[in-house]
């Protein structure tokens, strides 16, 4: 029978890069450390859904909030991850960065953001990200570029310099179940932790994992 530490246990031997009481507040820290280190978006994460057929699916998608307790995206609501995330109420994520030999494991539960704060996102971003946003009809298939562009020069003719978020465009909140964090190891004597909670509104139990 594989050794399944107790709660206290794990939680004594988290120190350093692992240690904390919210797993929220590790996942900024290791995300700003990250920050420092990556050359290219350190708040990448590589987004995991399911298809009505049970297929998986992936894709890099840039994480722009880590909340009090929840992870949010945003992409157009039209696309397959976001048809995919409605129909399954649920998605998975990694985040890894090779400079710091770190990642992180994340499974839950899904919600749309499309409120104030996906409009004041929506207003951040460059003018031309926004109207991008309005011309594409994300994972439909496209006759070709320029006929991608012309629609670009559409939307910016009738929207002009300040765009409102289009109706089919917002943000996802991933409220997690299950939380890992990993660091390498020397010889793949890796450090794993796991936060796990039966439902979103009860405590986090960590336990230390074999590498």
Known sequence: MAFRPRKDQ??????????????FAIAREW????EDHEVND?????????????LPNARMVLLKEIEADAFVFYTNYGSAKAQEI????????VMHWKSLRRQIRVRGLTEREEGEKADEYFASRSLKSRMGAWASEQSRPLSSRSALMAEVARVTARYGN?????PFWGG??????????????????????VWRRDAIDLTWNVERLSP
């Open 10 to 23: 794990a939680m004594s031997d988290r120190t350093g890069k692992f240690a904390g009481e919210d797993p």
């Open 31 to 34: 995300l700003a450390e990250a």
């Open 42 to 54: 350190p708040n990448a994460i590589a987004l995991s859904t399911v298809d009505a057929q049970g």
């Open 86 to 93: 409605e129909q399954a109420g649920k998605a998975a994520f």
């Open 162 to 166: 300040n765009p409102p978020r289009p």
């Open 172 to 193: 996802f909140r991933i409220r997690p179940l299950e939380i890992e964090f990993w660091a390498d190891g020397a010889f793949r004597l890796h450090d794993r932790f």
